[in-house]
């Protein structure tokens, strides 16, 4: 417009001068300045018009402005594009996915995963909502979820024109989680069949070839005993551990004794100790130590600890078992229990990855000590739900330490 005004004055006193200096008569001066004053305006208001396609504000100012908060305020990363796929509006999510994409330019260019490029032109050829999935290598591996939405926006003349609106979703969670799934449901199957084969390996032998010898199948059925204890025991882990997770938004909320329940899971466990030639040195306070808990969950968790110390340290001939009150690294007390043998120790490749189902340092050694590979698994869930936390430390050939800390609760009032 301002362009407009200043053709018109240049007209206007170029006529002017030509009437003044009478090389030119009044009214077709006149007649010439309205036909230079409509070719000077007609462009530029076409000009605004053709604007209107290329950018939502130009339409209403207070829409585009409410266009561009919507874009901004959308959690997942949105780009605003027009019918030519140049960008209109981007929020910050979408400038960190694609650094790239600037505004008032075509996002083809800044987005070249093949995928989000056919699902655009797509939806904008179609003007229906179009979906893609593709894999992000940058910053990380990452799939993402693409969904294309042609939006209509009102132009000037009360008519509409056509915006895409590309919405981005990481979907790398929900996929990881079904992949855990889907690995938890392979692992557990393939647990339960080892024992299962080995069962019905025997009973065919014990019904034919040993069917008469009395000493074979004495040792048999000691094998298939072992075998059936340990898909038991595996069912009990797995039913705990999905117990346990069931219940994990919910903080157990009765007070006890950790002391006690200590003590309780290391006599359970001096058969095992003296079978394993190993000592159980016990430090705890002769005060009680309350924690807001589930005691069946703690026996669970201690005797997970104490037993893997047993099995997996025996070598070392000595588990300490030590409670402690501390301060955690943010400066709250917190109260610890501590396993500590002085086996083999883990190698510290292994250390981040020991909570996870199923995962063992050594599957055979884990298997010849009747593990499941799910003790650990449950130890972290039990003291997630008791809004505590599992450290472990471990110098290979010196030993192993297993800390579970939680917070404290004050003593009970007594009435
Ligand atoms: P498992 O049923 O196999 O014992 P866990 O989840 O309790 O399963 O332990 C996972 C693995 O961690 C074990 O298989 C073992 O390799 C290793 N581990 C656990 N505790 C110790 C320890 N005190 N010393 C050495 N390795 C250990």
Not at 212 to 230: C, P, T, W
Not at 244 to 269: K, M, N
Request: glycine residues 6%; neutral net charge.
């Amino acid at each position: 417009m301002r362009h407009s005004a200043i053709i018109l004055l240049a007209a206007g006193l170029a006529l002017a001068v030509l009437v003044v200096f009478g090389d030119l008569a009044a009214v077709r001066a006149a007649a010439a300045f309205i036909c230079i004053g409509a070719a000077a305006l007609v462009p530029w208001r076409l000009h605004d018009v053709a604007a209107s396609r290329d950018d939502v504000r130009a339409v209403n100012p207070v829409e585009a402005a409410a266009v561009a908060a919507v874009v901004a305020g959308m959690p997942d990363p949105a780009v605003l594009l027009d019918r030519a796929g140049r960008v209109l509006h981007l929020n910050a999510a979408a400038a960190q996915l694609a650094p790239a994409l600037r505004k008032n330019e075509l996002a083809q260019f800044a987005l070249r995963s093949p995928e989000i490029i056919t699902a655009l032109r797509e939806a904008i050829a179609t003007s229906e909502i179009r979906r893609a999935t593709y894999l992000d290598h940058v910053p990380v591996d990452r799939w993402m979820e693409l969904t294309v939405t042609p939006v209509p926006v009102p132009t000037l003349f009360g008519g509409s024109d056509k915006c895409m609106l590309m919405t981005f979703h990481d979907q790398t969670p929900l996929r990881r989680v079904e992949e855990m799934r889907a690995d938890f449901v392979a692992n557990a199957s393939h647990e339960l069949r080892t024992p299962l084969a080995a069962l019905s390996g025997f009973i065919d032998t014990l019904q034919g070839p040993a069917k008469d010898d009395v000493k074979a199948r004495e040792r048999f059925l000691g094998i298939m005993h072992n075998q059936a204890k340990r898909m038991a025991r595996l069912i009990d882990d797995l039913l705990s551990l999905s117990r346990v997770e069931l219940s994990a938004h919910v903080r157990p909320d009765t007070l006890v004794d950790l002391v006690p329940i200590i003590r309780q899971v290391a006599d359970g466990l001096e058969l095992l100790a003296r079978e394993r030639q190993v000592t159980i040195d016990i430090d705890l306070p002769d005060t009680p130590v309350w924690i807001a808990g589930d005691r069946e969950e703690l026996l669970r968790l201690f005797e997970n600890l104490i037993e893997n110390a047993l099995k997996y340290g025996a070598s070392g001939g000595k588990v300490v078992v030590s409670l402690s009150q501390a301060l955690s690294g943010e400066g709250t007390p917190e109260v610890r229990v501590m396993v500590r043998d002085f086996g083999p120790g883990i190698a510290p490749e292994h250390l981040p990855r020991l909570t996870e189902r199923f995962y063992r340092v050594d599957v055979g050694d884990s298997r010849a000590q009747g593990g499941t590979g799910l003790g650990l698994s449950l130890v972290k869930h039990i003291l997630n739900r008791h809004r505590g936390r599992l450290l472990i430390e471990s110098v290979p050939k010196q030993g192993a330490t297993f800390t579970a800390a939680f917070p404290p609760a004050m003593p009970p009032v007594v009435a």
